[in-house]
């Protein structure tokens, strides 16, 4: 358990306490959404990257060269 640093800026006056429960279930609920939005994105990212290896694909059983390819895809 990490510990809470609160500090008074008008009085200069320095707490440090035990976090809450609270606060706990709170820093684990951020931190399990932090996974939840990368492993989205990473999922998106290789969506992505897979249609793009498709269409090039597609265009090269075409009969496009790589040059053909690579100046559409550029």
């Not at 606060?23 to 992505?48: G, P, S, T, V």
């Amino acid at each position: 358990m990490a510990d809470v640093i609160e500090v008074n800026c008008t009085t200069n006056e320095v707490t440090i306490r035990p976090q809450t429960a609270e606060e706990i279930a709170a820093a684990e609920a951020a931190a399990a959404q932090a996974a939840a939005d990368k492993a989205a994105a990473d999922a998106a990212e290789k969506a992505k990257a897979d249609a793009k290896a498709a269409a090039i694909a597609k265009l090269t059983a075409l009969g496009l060269t790589a040059d053909e390819v690579a100046a559409l895809t550029a």
